[in-house]
Nanobody, 123 residues
Framework: VQLQASGGGLVQAGGFLRLSCAAS????????MGWFRQAPGKEREFVAA????????YYTDSVKGRFTISRDNAKNTVYLQMNSLKPEDTAVYYC?????????????????WGQGTQLTVSS
C-alpha cells in the first residue's frame, strides 16, 4: 500500500494539529495502521496504532491523553489528532501499515511507510 502523510507544521507549545495519512493501492481496511516519529539524532519511535476496524487503539505513554489516532476506511485515511503539544513532540512523523493481525509497536512490524511530515513545536 502506498502512503502519503500530510498536515505537519510549526505550532506553539500547548497548541494542536492533525496529521493525515492517505492510503492507496490495496484494501485499506485490511491493514492495521500506526504512527511513528523520529527526532533528530534519535531512533524512530512508536506513537500510536489502530486496528483494522478502528475499534482498538494503542499509544505510547508519552502521548496518552493528548494524541488520538483514528481512521476512516471509506476515505482510506488514518489520522493523528495531537493536542497539548510539547516541544519534545518535535519530530518527523511517519504513518505505516501492517498486515499483522496484532498491535505492533516496533518498526519491523510494519511493511509500508509514508514519506514523513515534519512537526515543530516551539516553546
Amino acid at each position: 500500500v502506498q502512503l502519503q502523510a500530510s498536515g505537519g507544521g510549526l505550532v506553539q507549545a500547548g497548541g494542536f494539529l492533525r496529521l493525515s495519512c492517505a492510503a492507496s493501492g490495496r484494501t485499506f481496511s485490511g491493514y492495521r495502521m500506526g504512527w511513528f516519529r523520529q527526532a533528530p539524532g534519535k531512533e524512530r519511535e512508536f506513537v500510536a496504532a489502530i486496528s483494522r476496524s478502528g475499534g482498538s487503539t494503542y499509544y505510547t505513554d508519552s502521548v496518552k491523553g493528548r494524541f488520538t489516532i483514528s481512521r476512516d476506511n471509506a476515505k482510506n485515511t488514518v489520522y493523528l489528532q495531537m493536542n497539548s503539544l510539547k516541544p519534545e513532540d518535535t519530530a518527523v512523523y511517519y504513518c505505516a501499515s501492517s498486515v499483522l493481525d496484532r498491535t505492533e509497536i516496533t518498526v519491523r512490524g510494519y511493511d509500508d511507510w509514508g514519506q514523513g511530515t515534519q512537526l515543530t513545536v516551539s516553546s
